[in-house]
């Protein structure tokens, strides 16, 4: 039987909201989350460290699972950082025409931040076996927060 992650309650498929903030998450939390993004249909599992959808501030752990291409989205309220942990990953950016006018490699060898700007097209893919990044946005969360092509 595969383990689930027991540090969060699942409020919808592949996707964990902590109990509370500052809760110890288990010590091989990130194969949970990774075997969590291999069950789902959608290749992607999140864990998000804030315990409800409506905090003002937004912290998740994303797993991503090749072969994976997000959707070009944009995030009208709220700027983004990632900062990848494990696999590689590339971060495209897209002009208002919805052309590619940047590109960045996402290397969790070297977890350097990269901020999205406001309202700035993007979109990742993922190049290894998985990918795990931490996002860090502001909320609260809603169905006008990401908005896509």
């Known amino acids: 039987m595969t383990k689930k992650i027991t540090s969060g309650i699942e ?12 809760q110890q998450l288990e010590t091989n ?13 959608t290749r992607k599992a999140r ?15 994303l797993a991503f699972i090749h072969p994976y291409l ?3 989205h ?21 002009d ?3 052309n ?4 960045r490699l996402l290397d969790g060898s070297n977890p350097v931040a990269l901020t999205t700007i406001k309202d700035a097209w993007h979109s990742i893919e993922i190049l290894t076996d998985c990918f795990v990044m931490i996002e860090i946005g502001l909320g609260p969360f809603t169905s006008n927060s990401t908005v896509y092509i």
């Open 11 to 22: 409020t919808s498929p592949s996707v964990y909201h902590a109990h509370e903030w500052g």
């Open 29 to 41: 939390f990130l194969n949970l989350l990774i075997n969590a993004a291999k069950r789902s249909d």
């Open 47 to 61: 864990f998000c460290v804030h315990p409800d959808r409506e905090e003002t501030l937004q912290i998740t752990y």
């Open 70 to 72: 997000d959707r070009i």
């Open 74 to 94: 944009r995030h009208p309220g709220r700027a983004e950082i990632v900062i990848p942990i494990q696999g590689k990953a590339m971060h495209l950016t897209f």
């Open 96 to 98: 208002s025409e919805k």
């Open 100 to 103: 590619l006018s940047n590109n």
